[in-house]
């Protein structure tokens, strides 16, 4: 089966930069997703890495390594807006390619 | 990208009733999946619509429960039959782009049954 663990809750401070970790166990990785999701509103997507390394994107940045089951969701500068949950998802070839989503991490950003 | 319209956006409900709720994609996407997130959780996998063909349910999601259409390639609907309190949740279609690795999500559905 998938496994898939990330911290309940975090708080940070505008202006600064917070990491989310996610760790997983699956046996069939086929890639790792992060989305933002305001409370109320759908799941958007924010990245995908499916090799080992980082992947950028303007404030956000995701980190993969496969060997040691783990990502992380890098969020810098951060904004009042940025106040969400995160959620890491796990795609997995042994799951009929489908995704099995971690608890999400809450995190809000304070003045 | 894809943009995905759901209808309704939220209904309240007898126990005993149904509701068919409606998932739009504005592209024809193969990978459509139904979700469904209770308050202050994350997201649970109910079934893969596939088109042409029978869904493929998660485990603990029933066809006599939860019957999925997918007439074709940018449209679906959910229906559940029969509901109880318990049914009360978040329901999101979602569709996967393959080649960009990319998932989207509708508005979501938020279901009340009384």
């Known amino acids: 089966g998938q496994n898939i663990d990330q911290p309940t809750e975090m708080t940070a401070t505008e202006g600064a930069i917070v990491q989310i970790n996610c760790t997983y166990q699956t046996s069939g990785f086929n890639g790792l997703f992060w989305y933002q999701q305001h409370a109320g509103e759908a799941p958007t997507f924010l990245s995908y890495?499916?090799?080992?390394g980082l992947e950028e994107k303007g404030r956000f940045s995701s980190f993969l390594s496969r060997s040691k089951g783990y990502s992380y969701l890098l969020l810098k500068e951060l904004q009042m807006k940025d106040s969400a949950s995160y959620l890491c998802?796990?795609?997995?070839?042994?799951?009929?390619?489908?995704?099995?989503f971690g608890p999400g991490t809450r995190l809000s950003v304070l003045p | 990208s894809a943009v995905i319209s759901q209808k309704p956006s939220r209904d309240i409900c007898q126990r005993g009733t149904s509701l068919t709720i409606q998932c739009q994609v504005d592209s024809q996407v193969t990978m459509m999946f139904w979700y469904r997130q209770q308050p202050g959780q994350s997201l649970t996998l109910i079934a893969t619509a596939n088109q042409g063909s029978e869904a493929t349910y998660e485990s603990g999601f029933v066809i006599d429960k939860f019957p999925i259409s997918r007439p074709n390639l940018t449209f679906s609907t959910l229906t559940v039959s029969n509901m109880s309190p318990e049914d009360s949740s978040i329901y999101l279609c979602?569709?996967?782009?393959?080649?960009?690795?990319?998932?989207?999500f509708g508005p979501g559905t938020r279901l009340t049954v009384t």
């Open positions: 890495n499916v090799l080992d």
């Open positions: 998802a796990v795609r997995d070839r042994n799951y009929g390619q489908n995704f099995v």
């Open positions: 979602s569709v996967y782009l393959s080649r960009a690795h990319e998932q989207y």
